[in-house]
């Protein structure tokens, strides 16, 4: 018999019965009853408070303020997906500006070091946000992979503003992952940073140093900001 065997035996055996789950009260990781402006007001708050930046567009207009941002952030090479409707939307409105996009679906080994060296900045979607803790989370594809929100210096990530739940146990719930869990879910909070053991906080050092979230909204009302 295997310790591992053995010890499953002996958990089997106990003489008060085999172990139950305690009950659980999932009350205290859900419920926060927040309405759709306190969610999105605490996201922004959150997120603001590790050094992201948050721009508020419309769905008609965010290109525009796509492309002021990458004039202003000097960005010369975009790295973007091709087959989500927000990458395709970007693609078309930047198709004529002085920024090089870079195609992101390839073999990881023919362009590694392209992606090390030579990309200013990455676009991704993202699945939703978290009210709680001011974080995006994301889902990995092949058309947007897991480096698009990791190597380029600058993540632009695209948020849609009825898309940010109160926790992280509300998006499980909502999305099922009890049945499917992604194999890659993402959870961003802010851009990269890291301390040493004097404390000193550093941005950027095994991440992106910047991050910029473009919440987009059906209506001008919110979107004064853009």
Do not use: C
Request: glycine share 8%; proline share 5%.
């Amino acid at each position: 018999m295997s310790a591992r065997d053995a010890i499953l035996k002996r958990l089997r055996e106990r003489a008060d019965g085999p172990l139950t789950a305690p009950e659980s009260n999932f009350a205290v990781v859900t419920n926060r009853g927040w309405s759709t402006e306190e969610r999105l007001a605490r996201f922004e708050r959150l997120i603001i408070s590790v050094h992201g930046e948050v721009l508020h567009v419309t769905r008609d207009d965010w290109t525009q303020v796509l492309a002021r941002l990458l004039v202003d952030k000097g960005v010369s090479r975009l790295a973007l997906g091709r087959e989500h409707p927000v990458s395709a939307e970007a693609r078309a409105a930047l198709a004529d500006a002085e920024v090089e996009l870079v195609d992101v679906d390839r073999d990881i080994e023919t362009w590694q070091r392209e992606q090390f060296d030579r990309v200013d900045a990455g676009l991704t979607t993202v699945g939703g946000a978290i009210a709680e803790t001011g974080s995006l989370w994301l889902w990995p594809t092949p058309d947007e992979p897991r480096r698009l929100s990791l190597v380029p210096p600058v993540h632009i990530a695209v948020l849609e503003a009825d898309t940010i739940e109160d926790t992280f146990f509300d998006v499980i719930e909502s999305r099922g992952w009890a049945g499917g869990m992604p194999t890659n879910a993402l959870l961003i909070s802010g851009p990269s940073k890291t301390a040493d053991i004097e404390q000193t906080l550093a941005y950027g050092v095994h991440g992106p140093r910047e991050l910029v979230v473009l919440v987009r909204h059906a209506d001008v009302g919110a979107g004064e900001e853009a």
